[in-house]
């Protein structure tokens, strides 16, 4: 079993930042990929952004590309999003996944056994 906390959301202005940040304990010893997803109210959760479980792989939704960077910290087995440009449309719940093995179809949430509660970010003036 694997445990995931999110942290870090909150209220931004329109080209403001946020750092979410994924906590994982329990089975952190495995090859975890990590993943970021998001649902806006009234709409379908979406892939945000994902790493490899050896963080030499990133993807990016292209809505978020540019301007959104994921990286992990294995030795605090965390994972963090940095959110910058955020614009009104960024804003959503937004939910840290895990999965393991190959292929990793990291835009899938198919993929991820193990998902966090979310946390929200709002993004307005």
């Known amino acids: 079993q694997v445990q995931l906390v999110e942290s870090g959301g909150g209220l931004a202005q329109p080209g403001g930042s946020l750092t979410l940040s994924c906590a994982a304990s329990g089975r952190t010893d495995s090859r975890l990929h990590m993943g970021w997803f998001r649902q806006a109210p009234g709409k379908e959760r979406e892939f945000v952004a994902a790493?490899?479980?050896?963080?030499?792989?990133?993807y990016y939704a292209d809505s978020v590309k540019g301007r959104f960077t994921i990286s992990r910290d294995d030795a605090k087995n965390t994972v963090t999003l940095q959110m910058n440009s955020l614009k009104p449309e960024d804003t959503a719940d937004y939910y840290c996944?895990?999965?393991?093995?190959?292929?990793?179809?990291?835009?899938?949430?198919?993929?991820?056994?193990?998902w966090g509660q979310g946390t929200q970010v709002t993004v307005s003036s």
């Open positions: 790493i490899t479980w050896s963080g030499a792989g990133t």
């Open positions: 996944a895990a999965a393991f093995g190959s292929p990793f179809l990291f835009s899938r949430q198919f993929s991820y056994s193990y």
